[in-house]
C-alpha cells in the first residue's frame, strides 16, 4: 500500500511540473544563431508559433539531435509550397545552453557547429551562454541529462512543454496543437 501511495505521489507531482510552465511567458533568452545573428527569445518570434529543443548538458545533446531531422522535415521542410502537404508558419530553434565554467567554451563550440551542422538546419540553431538558474526555475529543468521542448504561442506564451528524446507520438502532439490553432 505504501508504494502504491509513493507511486501516485510521484505521477501527480511529476505531471504537475511538466504542465506547471503551461500559459506563462517563455523567460528572456538571449542568444546568437550559427549565422551569428542576435537574438532575443520570444520578443523577435512573437507572430508566430515558436517551437525550442534546449539542452544543457553534453548528455542531453544525444536526445536533442534525435528531434533535428523530424522536426525540421515536418514544420519547416514542408513549409516550401506544395499543393499536397500542410505548410506552418513556425520558428524553429534548438538552443544548446553553455552555462557556468562551459560559458567559455561557447564561442568555440559555436564555430564548430557552424561548420558541421547542414546550411539549412544551421537556420534554426541558437546558442546561449549565461547562467541557468532562472530557466531551471522558471521551466522546470530537472533532468540535466533531458533535453526540454516548449511550444510557444503567437504572444510568447508556453501552451505546450515536453522532454526527452524524439519519439513520433510527441512530434504529432506538437504538429496537432499548431494545426488547432
Known sequence: MKKIFIAIVYFATTINTVYSQIGKPFPELKGITLEDKN?????????????????????????LQSWYQPIYTTFIEKNKPSLFNDTYDVHLYFIPMFTGINQSASETARKKMK???????????????????????????????????????????????????????????????????
Open 39 to 63: 537574438m532575443i527569445l520570444p520578443t523577435d518570434t512573437k507572430g508566430k508559433f515558436t517551437l525550442l529543443g534546449l539542452a544543457y548538458s553534453k548528455a542531453a545533446e544525444s536526445d
Open 115 to 181: 561548420e558541421g551542422f547542414d546550411k539549412e538546419l544551421a537556420k534554426h540553431v541558437l546558442v546561449y551562454k549565461g547562467e541557468l538558474k532562472v530557466y531551471k526555475e522558471q521551466l522546470d529543468f530537472e533532468k540535466k541529462d533531458t533535453p526540454y521542448f516548449f511550444v510557444l504561442d503567437k504572444s510568447g506564451n508556453i501552451i505546450h512543454a515536453i522532454s526527452g528524446k524524439y519519439s513520433e507520438e510527441k512530434l504529432s502532439k506538437i504538429e496537432e496543437l499548431i494545426s488547432e490553432q
